[in-house]
């Protein structure tokens, strides 16, 4: 191939026939790498954005296990507690339960010493009139 | 006087409302006057509730190193003046310091006490000395001023909580389990004696009943007497007691623990539960009238309580205490109800003799059982009625300045009073009323009865009290019959039961005993029958005046049963026609029946139709009737009435006497008779001597064996001295003895005996004594019945 001259110079022409300074065929690998960057650099910001969003997610997932295990835990403590206020309740009603009990006894009592006090009036009033 | 206590029911505890102001606990609180609280918590804050108008202020914030613990009002009556309202109080606090603070909250004074914090601090009663206790172990007695008196105590563990005696010359304190009462004179003998199985953290005493409470940690509450005695032990509680308080008539305490405020009577057995919502109730206070009370609780809460449901009963009518201001009559009988509205708080009510009375803090209503519509209302000057006591004509107020006669018309009768008389004390075991006197047990001095004419408030006769030779514990008159027969029974120290009269016909009080081992007693409100329980037997003294006309007659018209349905410690609360009511020691009301016979035989002697009286025995054929109709007859100087009757309980030597009494042949030798009859030696001579019967007053002596003064007379007169020579001499014949009285060895000499000159001679005086009956009848004869 002969030499040309230009091209010694370090001067081509394209498909157009412009000037250029750079051979064609470097000059659109060149191109090409750029474009080929280009794409690369968005698929990365693309890839970090979806990754970005993935973290979110799992750190809003984490936050509410972390607050679904704290409600576990008070359900569990109250359910804990429950069992121990019932006890408490049933505590305080027994304790009232046997006032009234205890008040039940002594209107018993009374309602027995009124009755025999029926029985002996009746007695009398018997006694009276048989020997009127 | 149990006629007046009637049937405190049924207490039942309305919690009315609670605050929730401070958040954090609340130590202590005190009231000033009925309706104004002052509390005190953690945070420093000092408040102030009022209940009229449910507001809440703060006091006072105190300084942040300021732990208040205990929180006293000075009391209001201060060397016997009266203050409006409670001007300072004594504040304890964690720092060993106390403060005196006045009602705006400024700290007056504060003075350095002990080492650790002083745990209590309580103004005596006439607010002229305070103690506090530390938890160094020390007991302090200050000057009003706060100057420091002296140590009375001094232990290793810390005093938990201290109380002043009903008379403030003796303090009650916590020795861990131990209780200790020790006199203010350093000399007296201490009383210690172990109260709980855990430290004790509470104690009252209250002056009108002088009895004790504490609260221990093992849970448990009980009542002591002054002397160490227990009365009443609780069950086990759930949490350990914090707080106890006497309500200040004595008659109810509160008791508060965990979640926990119990309202018991004096015996201790339990009126009503609460389970509010507080935590522990660390302290607990009644307001001066005793309608309610307020606790200081761990939450922060400060809690108010009333009493409701209290309930009287009079024959056939029941009524409650529904709400503070509102009572409910029910007629059991036609099941009618009323309901009384009152413009204040109620404070005191009493039901009896057709009557009820009610106080409110301003005013007095007076309802009649047969009206329930229209009340007779009058005001009230002092205000805090402490007591009512009721008769059958009239009723007595007791405030904290006086007494006072109401008639049920609401008109003033009478104010008694005696030097250094304490209102504020008074119960119905110290105070008895009936229709012409009162009767008041002196606090000062306890064997000592003051007597007043109910109708001019003056003392009766010379105005001397009457003196027991022991301590009197319980006093009662009788309700019926003339004012000149008014009889007041009087159960001393001992437990014994004597009777006597209140008007003296002679100098001497007749005190007899009827008696022993008698725990509590009524009498009738419609006749003068006794009942009381003696040691284990009911007992029924259907004519207790029996014992002063012939005292052997007294055991026979006793009526007695066993008591033993009554169990333990039982009290008679009233004797309400033939019904006796009586409450057991546990708290339950048991009824007795009495036989109506007694009291209709009352009624047959009052009006002296002793025809009917003799039918009425006939008829119901007991010889406990037949005896008190012997004992009316007598006293009545009925003495053909007596003859039946004393022959009817098969005395024989009593019918004879009643015969020979009946064929004397004047009036005054028949009633000097009937003197001896009861015994009534001095009497009897006295009324011949006035009567100019000289002989038959010698006689008299001849025939008691009573030579001195037979032979006194027979000088004194210069008649009959041969007639008692006479007869000594044949008494001593008889019983083959030799004269060594000089007095008459000295007569001997110069008079000769000669029976049939005596004869003669005592002959001659009956007749003249005949002759003389005879002319005086036939002037007297419309005077004197028989």
Redesign the interface.
Known sequence: MAKDPLAEAGLHFDELNKLRVLEPEVGQKTTELKEECKDFVDKIGQFQKIVGGLIELVDELAKEAETEKMKAIGARNLLKSVAKQRE?QQ??LQ??IA?KQ??L???R??YE??S??EA??NE?IDQFIL?K | MAIHLLLLFCFNIHIQYKLLFPKQLVSCLGWTTADELYSCSEDHHILRWNLLTNETNLVVKLQEDLFPIDLHWLPKTVGGKKQAQAEIFVLTSTDGKFHLVSRVGRIEKTVDAHKGAVLAGRWNYDGTALITAGEDGQIKIWSKSGMLRSTLAQQGSPVYSVAWGPDSDRILYTSGRQLIIKPLQPSSKVLQWKAHDGIIVKVDWNPVNDLILSAGEDCKYKVWDSYGRLLYTSSSHDYPVTSISWSPDGEVFAVGSFNTLRLCDKTGWSYALEKPNTGSVFSLAWSADGTQLAGACGNGHVIFAHVVEQRWEWRSFEITLTKRRTMQVRNVVNDAVDILEFRDRVIKASLAHGHLVVTTSLQCYVYSAKNWNTPLIFDLKEGTVSLIVQAEKHFLLVDGAGLYVFSYEGRLISTPRFPGMRTDILNTQSVSLSNDSIAIRDKSDEKVIFLFDALTGKALGDGKPLTHKMEVVEIALDQCGPSSERKIAVIDKNRDLYLTSLRRLNKEHNVCKIGTMVHTMAWNDSANILCGIQDTQFTVWHYPSAVFTDKDLLPKTIYMKDASEFSRAPHILNYVGTKVTVRRGDGSLVYSSVSPYSTLLHEYSASSRWEDALRLCRFAKDLSLWACLAGMAMSNRELTTAEVAYAAIGEVDKVQYINSIKELPSKESSLAHILMFSGHVQEAEATLLQAGLIYQAIQIHINLYNWDRALELAVKHKTHVDTVLAYRQKFLLDFGKKETNKRFLQYDEGVEVDWEKIQAKVEMELAKEREKAATASVKNSVAFRH
């Open positions: 408490a505590q305080q304790a009232l006032e205890m008040q006894e002594r209107y009592i009374e010493a009124l025999k006090v002996e009036q009398f020997q």
